[in-house]
């Protein structure tokens, strides 16, 4: 019995691989259009993108016209093709303003572009851009069945770009441009006053103020250490029980034994 079942799927398979040869040699479109939707029906979208980008062209402003750009689109997202899904599907909501599937494709698009996004450590363009075309799908269709996840991704998207911008500033206290830090960690702290990231930011601002005053020139010091003695005081403002609390009451000591100096 086993044998026959085997036998059987086997026939089945080779059977299904020729009538997809053929259809991928024939020049009718017809036929291409009826095997790409049995394969997209059977979840084969490598296959049926085969057939897609053949026949795509002809029928353009066909009444089946819409049913295979819906489906071409939908292949290349199954298929983590996600330039291309994102480029089909908004070629789709473009194309078929009036569609059933309008809202669905127009997520969809938005959500390929999202799939784009790299490490926070890489270049953000594609992330702006998904961050761009989130906000239109979440503007136009506010009451959507899809705007949970769409704005979870948009809320994702968005602390990536704020994860890049923190590190960034953060960098320059890490090459010892101490100056440059303490500008770019005051930008970031006024650009995203409810980030997370807010008592690293305070710390590092603090490390960095802190430096630049031990280190300073006699005539520079006292202000500099005054400035990071106020940095110190903001951090424990922000949270007594800070992280860094053992380390940055050292510092704040060393500060206030060298301004005695100055009190003298």
């Known amino acids: 019995m086993k044998k026959i079942i085997s036998i059987v799927l086997l026939v089945f398979i080779f059977s299904s691989c020729s009538e997809y040869q053929k259809a991928l040699k024939t020049e009718d479109v017809a036929i291409k259009f009826e095997m ?3 394969l997209y029906d059977s979840g084969k979208y490598s296959n049926a993108i085969r057939l897609f980008e053949q026949i795509a062209p002809a029928y353009r402003g066909k009444p089946q016209a819409e049913k295979l750009f819906y489906m071409f689109a939908q292949s290349y997202y199954k298929t983590k093709q996600y330039y291309l899904s994102g480029y089909q599907f908004e070629s789709f909501a473009s194309g078929y303003p009036k569609s059933e599937k309008i809202e669905e494709s127009s997520f969809l698009g938005a959500k390929s572009f999202s799939m784009l996004s790299p490490i926070y450590s890489l270049d953000q363009t594609d992330t702006f851009k998904a961050i761009e075309k989130l906000q239109i799908f979440i503007d136009s269709y506010p009451d959507s069945e899809y705007s949970v996840e769409a704005n979870k991704l ?8 704020e994860k890049k911008v923190f590190e960034n500033a953060k960098g320059y206290n ?12 005051d930008n970031f702290m006024n650009d995203y006053p409810g980030t997370p990231f ?18 300073s020139v006699p005539s520079k010091m006292q202000d500099r250490l005054n ?4 940095a110190y005081l903001n951090l424990i403002k922000f949270n007594a029980k800070t992280k860094y609390k053992n380390k940055v009451d050292l510092m704040s000591a060393e500060i ?5 100096i100055f009190n003298k």
């Open 36 to 38: 790409a939707t049995k």
């Open 256 to 260: 206030e034994k060298k301004l005695q």
């Open 174 to 185: 890490t090459i010892l441009d101490y100056k440059s830090a303490i500008v770019s960690l």
């Open 198 to 215: 807010k008592e690293e930011a305070l710390y590092y601002k603090f490390d960095s103020a802190y430096e630049l005053g031990i280190n």
């Open 154 to 161: 948009l809320k994702e998207l968005n602390q990536k770009i």
């Open 227 to 230: 400035t990071a003695k106020t």
